[in-house]
């Protein structure tokens, strides 16, 4: 999942730093209600230590009313597929279902490599990766994988 979207009324604060607007308030619950709908609701949640990413991952959580801790790992800050991959690497073997979120363009590229499919990784997008594999701490960009769905906020979260 790509971080919801983020405020820039502060052009002077520190990328890290930045917050979600009032769009991304709505859009992540909305994401979040969206999974558990879906049976998605996942073992355990990763997140970039960023602002927007840390208060994505809280709605979404709440609102999913998942039964897991959300762990933030500074490494996911803007990161590159192969990095995506070294956080996975270190889940416990009983994982089976995560939720990691991040942030573009790694994100969208970690889609493509690991699918073949491009997708528009736009704020709160979900990316539902499904792949044959036994455990995480075998995943890399090799592993077989399949997208099995695409979800994005409703037009109507994007213009409020």
């Known amino acids: 999942m790509r971080h919801a979207k983020s405020s820039w009324r502060d052009v002077d604060l520190d990328d890290h730093d930045r917050v979600l607007n009032r769009r991304g308030r709505h859009a992540a619950p909305e994401m979040g209600k969206l999974l558990r709908k879906e049976k998605l609701v996942p073992d355990c949640i990763i997140s970039s230590t ?16 998942a039964n897991c801790d959300i762990e933030l790992r500074r490494r996911l800050y803007l990161a590159e597929p192969e990095t995506v991959y070294d956080v996975l690497n270190e889940l416990p073997s009983e994982t089976k279902c995560v939720l990691v ?9 970690l889609v493509e ?37 695409f979800y994005r906020p409703t ?6």
């Open 50 to 65: 960023a602002k927007r990413a840390v208060e994505t991952a809280e709605l979404v959580h709440a609102a999913m009313r």
């Open 101 to 109: 979120i991040g942030h573009n363009p790694g994100l969208a590229e």
């Open 113 to 149: 490599q690991a699918s073949g499919s491009s997708v528009e990784m736009v704020t709160a997008a979900v990316a539902h990766l499904k792949y044959s594999i036994k455990e995480f701490s075998k995943i890399d960009q090799h592993s077989p994988c399949k997208l099995t769905a």
């Open 155 to 160: 037009k109507k979260n994007k213009s409020a």
